[in-house]
């Protein structure tokens, strides 16, 4: 492996070790993230490999899908993301590369990456059909280390994306990240993830504010109207108002309270409308 | 230490970082495997370190020897593994390091490597008494950081097996792998793992089913006959049955269950017995 | 940045991947984790980034101090140490470097690195102003991605330490982690970790015992007083008493209990009172 040419301009200018970043829902209690490290280094070994998280609840899609959302711009450019959660394995879903913002995107074709397709827009996926570079054998439960693992490997060594597999179209997607606006000029948006804090991240961002806006602008969500707006966590609340807005670190406006659940105080469950009034 | 010349033609020939993997059941709350991947990159800067799981139910040898023998085969040539679940610490029980299979293992002599010898068949262990490659202070509480971590570090870095100490046998032994057969050509088996879900994994592997009886196979547990047999967890049941047998990513037949545990729905517990009648 | 000329002479005499430790109470559900990797491998391809533990009790900044200060000695000179347990996030609470050791300390003014500043006597402090090494945009809610995490990177590739900020002092403390003496020759500690297991941990050491005086020692907590003291955990007792004492990994005198909780059975709180008598 390691006498190959790397054929991704990016490693070979830079000649670092490629990263490649794991994001499942198979808890860190069993054997399958060390197997994915093992197939992985087996056929790059001088691959860098991040953990995100593996701690996605069983099956949430949405929770990966925001993870990932969050963080990917931190890392390098040919950077490989590999993202499994993947209640279809062995079933009729796609195995898929998706291409964007200068990195890769490896998983099964659910939604995970459509969030991130819809933020960059420009984007280019293929479908995994290039056995040669998966795991033998290969089982009908474990995609993660016996297809998106090798898979991911080949790329972050500079295998290009053609020889994994034909352009595909028509990816699975998630709802839409982009509040809607209505007539009146508020903006119609959603939770798009709750944290373990219970803060309540929601789909405005700060563009949605405009400076002048920031401190005349609430938010409505179950009936209730929020009109503090905080910079950080340990700001003096300027109120007795416990729950308060904050633009968070995923760039995102935020509902949060004082050292207390957002999401219990207000009774909040993710994909839950929310409405913005600003001006 | 990077200046050594390398011992071990497996790293020498690749000229890659060299993998160490660590199974513990240390937990990941303390600074316990920390400290064990500093003491590494003190003796190996080159090292690439990757956990396999710090989960292990305390002091479960069972469960740590399960976890390994699902994965080994993942890691490349040349990797050490270094396994500490260690009731005996700081007593008499032997440090060993184990070779087979091109890897390495380091642990305590408690039966954490057996299976993967009896799957294997040659191997050679030898104890580790030269103290030359220990930490120093060496405690009596914490042999993972002061002796497994750094001998693990000199062989990763080509250090001969030689040198840490010599051939010793009669290992202790877990209880072994491989089902009787009785005279009316039942097989008799036991579950050597219950894993999160709740899925029971079974000593019988594919090996045990000709393709022709796949769908022939019994399998008898706490008097409850199993007949169903799936390739992926997503599959449509070809019938009411929510219990079924299935082919895991370890290799082995696991018993399980639609959404649910199947520990929990038959009660079983780790060691019970299990029958498989085929044809 | 890897064609850089390291300025860090330990990374160049080595040419070895330097090495960032990473210790916060973010938890590994979420991705704050990684975006602090992220951060890390784009401005320093070449680190070696370990975590330490992400399980600190939110916003328990002894418990971080602790496990910092038990564990920084066992990795290699020039590694730099990320810790980020910090509520004062976004307020003025100043974010600093300290040299000491050989090895470098990245993370608020908050008291984190009190004890190995204590233990080690000499070492100098900087403030981080020098933003050019910060993320940008940097946000009021996660300096651990934004402000911690890069300055890390750019000290472990080499960067001095000169050029991150100017040297402060007047740092925030933690309590003294050396006991006193009493009139009586009695000394005074306290309890300054609490492990998962209930483990103990006083500042007492080895040190504070004569060789001669350790069968004759005795500690008093809560009224309560210990004369057993064991060489490691799977020792045989030598009476029926279920409590005593033991020298711990990070090398101070714990109070434990066979496969008990003494924190537990005593009753016992971090930072409580703790009485040894010697001779």
Redesign the interface.
Known sequence: ??SAIPRNPQLAI????S?I?L?TDF?????????M???I??AN??A????????IPPQDIHAAAF??L???R???AG?VHVAVVD?????SRRPILVECAEQMFVGPDNGLFSWICEREKRFTARQLTNESFF?HPK????HG?DVFAPVAAALARGVSAEEVGPLIDNLVKLESLTPKRRDDGTLEGCVIHI??FGNCITNFTTEHLTTASTRSSSLVINDRELTSFR?????KPDAAESLFM?????GFIEVAAQNESAAAILKIKRGQQVLLRTG
């Open positions: 492996m390691s830079h000649n670092r070790q990263v970043t994001l808890g860190t209690q069993d054997y399958f993230v060390g197997a490290k093992g197939v280094l087996s070994p001088s860098a490999i991040v953990d995100i998280t593996h701690d993870n990932l969050a963080t990917y931190d890392f390098p950077s209640p279809g394995v062995g079933s795991r089982s009908k439960t474990f280390r944290d373990r910079e950080f966590f340990a700001e904050i633009c968070g670190s995923a």
